[in-house]
């Protein structure tokens, strides 16, 4: 069984269209903090609509 795997290599890369595109770049592992702000952000928000809607 032939084991295929998510990143094109160089010979994966034949199609035209394929060609055109920009190899991609391994991603480094950034340590921010974007999820939990969001998060807050949502909550705040939610909490404010709510607590509107009780008054």
Do not use: G, W
């Not at 069984?1 to 060609?19: C, G, I, N, S, W």
Request: charged share 30%.
């Amino acid at each position: 069984m032939k084991r295929r795997y998510l990143v094109l290599t160089d010979e994966a890369r034949q199609h035209p269209f394929r060609q055109s595109l920009p190899r991609q770049r391994v991603m480094e592992a950034k340590n921010d903090d974007k999820d939990v702000k969001l998060f807050a952000l949502s909550f705040a928000a939610f909490f404010i609509c709510f607590y509107t809607f009780l008054i």
